[in-house]
């Protein structure tokens, strides 16, 4: 058994920075917390780089990169709640990144958890990518909170 841990990181911050690509990024994070009524707007799933430090490999389907991608980021506690998931989740998570890595955001998909649309099948959203990877039926229809809430079991 390793040291590593496993989360579910739930953005709630604001982009820093100047500039309209950080406006449009701020502006992006409030209409989906608007629409879908919560505190967040995009989520991870985070793994410990070292247990001392607050690095996290996370990966995802991010919006401002394009698409599924595995970056390292240091999580602030202000910007980023965590969830502890089973270490398990770790071989998901590099597993499903093994097979969609590269592929572009759904933007549809993304808009579908609220207005019902279609979703892409070779396209990946946040939520829906983290959904997959833990196995969720309908991973398409999870926002950021409904992925939360299914995780945490309230």
Known sequence: MSNRKVYLAL???KKDGRG?????ARFRDW???????SPYSHCEIAVTVHPQASLYTCYSASARDG???CKVMALQPEKWDLIPLPESCIQSAVGLYART????????????TVLK?????????CSEW???AFGLIKPWRYSPQKLAVE????
């Not at 309209?20 to 449009?24: D, F, I, P, T, Y």
């Not at 209409?31 to 009524?37: F, K, L, P, Q, Y």
């Not at 890595?101 to 579908?112: E, L, N, P």
């Not at 279609?118 to 959203?125: G, I, Y």
């Open 101 to 112: 890595q590269g592929s572009r955001y759904d933007w549809s998909g993304a808009i579908g």
């Open 11 to 13: 953005y709630k911050g």
């Open 117 to 125: 649309t279609p979703h892409s099948k070779s396209r990946w959203f």
């Open 31 to 37: 209409v989906v917390r608007a629409v879908t009524r």
């Open 130 to 132: 983290c959904a997959q």
């Open 151 to 154: 995780i945490k079991g309230d």
């Open 20 to 24: 309209l690509n950080v406006r449009w």
């Open 67 to 69: 698409g599924v991608r």
